[in-house]
């Protein structure tokens, strides 16, 4: 089968959705599907490339804000495909689609729904506005929609569709590599434990609560025994220094910037516990979540839908969202109990291998692919 994947947002550029899209793609590739990846052109210097063996093909936008672009050229490529796997939200190309399938009815379309969009500015509000518009009549065109949590779908903007069109829907869960990701041989917790914290500190992912995290840790700064690493970059990154500092907090707040694919399983292993400390539905799942366990990494997260659905409480703690001294109050339970966090730990890495593999997901996805 001719597959395309077309989704806003691709690697090197970080987050979920573009990385999803990337591991989907790959494991289809690999099931024996001709696949090609359609995703906006935000350099100049890159048109076309393959990464891992998946065709990427990039399209000058007529239009770009954000992670939103308008793409009109995507409706000619996509005759050739017998199915169109659209990851959304993508404003600007999810409209493609919609109008692509008026006139191409054979073609099989696959929803990804990722997350809902909040907390939009006024002009991005505008860009969005069409395909808000035509988002219910697009999900009625689609064959099927997945999703990396039923959870979430089921309490996000779409959950009235859900209840009235359960049988099209597709739990997909996400993959970690397992086998990249591990455990240090030498697992022992130590008397100053290193904290993590993994995400985009730009404004596109202001919901992963970087913040909230630090105003925790504001209040454990009598205690001598954490020091906190943060993996990431992007425009708020200077305004999270300046709050570490205000709050004297720079000598026990690492910021590591962004961190290679090789040297990012190092950082992981070599850390005690993992948080996630996100603020709304912004966050959908945390793919990060998975890499945490998989590196035998207990973890805190909010109780969010979609993100309480990755793990349970034998692998670590929800916390109430931007709720500052629950989150203290989870975090100094792994600080004082070593016994737990030696027991979590070991949970952790089992659910990422039983559930989360790269060969236990590829099996799932490819069996969707063949409903179509």
Avoid at 113 to 129: A, E, N
Avoid at 217 to 229: G, M, P, Q, S, V
Avoid at 278 to 300: D, R, T
Wanted: aromatic share 12%; glycine share 6%.
């Amino acid at each position: 089968m001719k597959i395309a994947h077309v989704v806003c947002v691709f690697p090197p550029y970080g987050g979920g959705i573009g990385k999803s899209a990337l591991d989907f793609s790959i494991m289809m590739r690999e099931g024996g599907h001709q696949v090609d990846v359609y995703a906006p052109l935000y350099t100049n210097d890159i048109s076309e490339d393959d990464s891992n063996s998946t065709k990427i093909i990039r399209i000058k936008p007529i239009l770009k804000l954000g992670n939103g672009a308008f793409v009109p050229r995507l409706f000619s490529k996509l005759k050739k495909y017998d199915l169109v796997y659209l990851h959304y939200p993508f404003f600007g190309g999810a409209e493609i689609i919609w109008f692509f399938k008026l006139f191409n009815r054979k073609t099989k379309v696959i929803f990804h729904y990722h997350m809902d969009v909040i907390g939009l500015s006024p002009l991005f509000k505008l860009l969005s506005f069409p395909s808000k518009m035509i988002e219910k009549s697009l999900l009625k065109k689609a064959d099927l929609i997945t999703a990396g949590s039923l959870d979430y779908i089921q309490n996000s903007q779409i959950k009235n569709f859900y209840t009235d069109n359960p049988g099209i829907f597709r739990e997909t869960y996400f993959p970690v590599d397992t086998k990249k990701f591990h455990t240090r041989t030498d697992r022992g917790v130590r008397e100053k434990k290193e904290i993590l914290f993994v995400g985009g500190l730009d404004k596109a992912h202001y919901f992963k609560g970087l913040n909230v995290l630090i105003d925790a840790l504001f209040l454990l700064r009598k205690r001598n025994d954490w020091i906190l690493k943060v993996v990431g970059e992007g425009n708020l990154k200077q305004e999270y220094i300046k709050k570490c500092e205000e709050k004297k907090l720079s000598s026990r707040v690492e910021f590591l910037g962004s961190v290679s694919h090789e040297d990012l399983p190092i950082v992981y292993r070599e850390s005690d516990f993992f948080v996630l400390p996100s603020i709304n539905k912004g966050e959908a799942f945390g793919i990060v979540l998975l890499e945490a366990m998989a590196s035998g990494l207990p973890i805190i997260a909010s109780n969010l839908p979609g993100v309480r659905s990755v793990f349970t409480d034998k692998e670590g703690f929800l916390t109430k969202p931007s709720d500052r001294e629950d989150l203290a109050d989870k975090i100094k339970i792994f600080l004082d109990d070593d016994s737990l966090l030696t027991e979590m730990s070991e949970s952790a890495r089992r659910l990422s291998v039983d559930k989360y593999s790269y060969e236990t997901i590829s099996k799932r996805i490819n069996s969707i692919v063949d409903e179509v």
